[in-house]
């Protein structure tokens, strides 16, 4: 039996990717067999999906460590079953069973692991049962898993918050708009926060007021009561459309939408723009 080190990669029944390593070594003059996690034991924590994991982890608890004279209440067990062997008897070809084993576990995986979706399952019924679900066009579902990466299996934890076009989209909130939708968007959250612009800004927009003394003065103690007197901000304004559109000039839509990374990302699906902007 020759030495081994093997590492295999592969998800289980939770969709959880494990990256084990099995090796098989005559550090103590006896063919050792151990097995291992990145952070260390973890056979019990993972859940078999497929027959040759179920495999893999049967031979985990039996062989791991089996140079030690005390096992685990597992190997004890076995070992009651295997009163004419040794912990440090491995199968004469035990090497070649564990490369056959992790071979078939990467095949098994990379045959059932689920992809990641694509604008060319815009007609696929479990993209449709979605969309009807989030009560949203397709593409625009579609824009959300490609921006996000999001395979067959993590579809279903897709979720719609209680405020328009804003979803969950693994653990993380998104704002999914289309281009007239992101500027209405950014429209209504200018309005909500005018009274925390710069005050030059405001003073530009308005005929009532001047770079003087007392318009700061006025927008000072406006601003001091914060947005409950946003609505005497909007009052001065003469314009706020035009307002609106000088202030996505100035700083951008993802200034005012994206409250995490100030980004804005753009997706285009089958010829349709998405802008996508992290809430959180």
């Keep these: 039996m020759?030495?081994?080190i093997r590492k295999v990669k592969f998800h289980d029944k939770n969709w959880k990717l494990w990256n084990i390593k099995a090796e098989i070594t005559y550090r103590n003059w006896y063919p050792e067999f151990t097995m291992s996690w990145d952070s260390g034991q973890c056979q019990d924590s993972i859940e078999p999906l497929w027959e040759y994991q179920e495999e893999l982890l049967s031979v985990w608890q039996e062989y791991h460590l089996n140079g030690m004279n005390a096992g685990t209440k597992k190997q004890?067990?076995?070992?009651?079953?295997?009163?004419?062997?040794?912990?440090?008897?491995?199968?004469?070809d035990f090497d070649k069973t564990i490369e056959a084993l992790c071979s078939n576990i990467e095949q098994?995986?990379?045959?059932?692991?689920?992809?990641?979706?694509?604008?060319?399952?815009?007609?696929?019924?479990?993209?449709l049962v979605k969309a009807e679900e989030l009560w949203i066009w397709v593409n625009k579902l579609l824009a959300m898993c490609i921006n996000c990466d999001v395979s067959t299996s993590w579809l279903s934890y897709i979720d719609k918050w209680y405020k328009d076009n804003i979803f969950?989209?693994?653990?993380?909130?998104?704002?999914?708009?289309?281009d007239k939708e992101a500027d209405k968007e950014c429209a209504d959250e200018i309005k909500e926060s005018a009274w925390a612009f710069n005050p030059d800004f405001?003073?530009?927009?308005s005929k009532a007021l001047d770079h003087?003394?007392?318009?700061?003065?006025?927008?000072?103690?406006?601003?001091?009561?914060?947005?409950w007197w946003n609505a005497a901000?909007?009052?001065?304004?003469?314009?706020?459309d035009e307002f609106v559109e000088d202030a996505i000039t100035a700083d951008w839509r993802w200034h005012f939408l994206n409250r995490r990374n100030w980004d804005e990302d753009?997706?285009?699906?089958?010829?349709?723009?998405?802008?996508?902007?992290k809430q959180c």
């Design 2 to 4: 020759k030495e081994l």
């Design 76 to 92: 004890d067990a076995i070992l009651k079953k295997r009163t004419n062997e040794k912990w440090n008897d491995l199968p004469s």
């Design 108 to 127: 098994e995986d990379a045959e059932n692991y689920p992809v990641k979706i694509t604008e060319d399952m815009k007609n696929e019924s479990f993209i």
């Design 168 to 178: 969950y989209i693994e653990w993380n909130e998104y704002l999914v708009c289309t």
């Design 202 to 205: 405001i003073i530009d927009h």
């Design 212 to 227: 003087d003394d007392w318009s700061y003065d006025i927008l000072k103690a406006i601003q001091e009561k914060c947005e």
């Design 233 to 240: 901000v909007i009052r001065l304004i003469d314009d706020f």
């Design 266 to 277: 753009e997706v285009k699906v089958n010829g349709e723009n998405f802008y996508l902007y």
